[in-house]
């Protein structure tokens, strides 16, 4: 994971065990984005101002019966601050929003750093 400029976390809809993964996977990213800012030598005070790599959560299958807890993705898209994007491949359902979304992301955070150096 380490290099990366966003991440999409994706979980089956309908199988809420997925869920439970999600919060080991944050965690790594948050540990491999932190590391990667002090191997680069950016100042760790940019890990107070920017500590969340640019995420989306996509939940997908939404086109069949959603078991996944709403309020547990809901609770995991406040802790990481990130959109969450309920999708269907099937039915073409959010998943050109949940790509935008990251790549506009990812270009906000770019745009951020280089005016920081100027």
């Known amino acids: ?3 990366c400029d966003g991440y ?6 309908t199988n809420p065990a997925s869920v439970d993964d999600l919060p080991k996977f944050c965690k790594q990213i948050l540990e491999c984005s932190r590391f990667a800012r002090q191997v680069s030598g950016e100042p760790t005070s940019r890990q107070k101002t920017d500590p969340v790599p640019p995420l989306v959560l996509v939940t997908t299958k939404a086109d069949l019966e959603r078991k996944v807890c709403e309020e547990r993705m809901e609770e995991l898209a406040a802790q990481y601050r990130c959109p969450i994007y309920r999708t269907s491949a099937k039915e073409n359902l959010n998943v050109d929003q ?3 979304d990251i790549f506009w992301q990812i270009v906000e ?4 750093e ?3 150096t100027l």
């Open 1 to 3: 994971m380490e290099g």
């Open 8 to 13: 999409i976390l994706v979980c089956d809809g």
């Open 98 to 100: 949940a790509f935008l």
């Open 109 to 112: 955070k770019e745009q951020r």
């Open 114 to 116: 280089s005016l920081q």
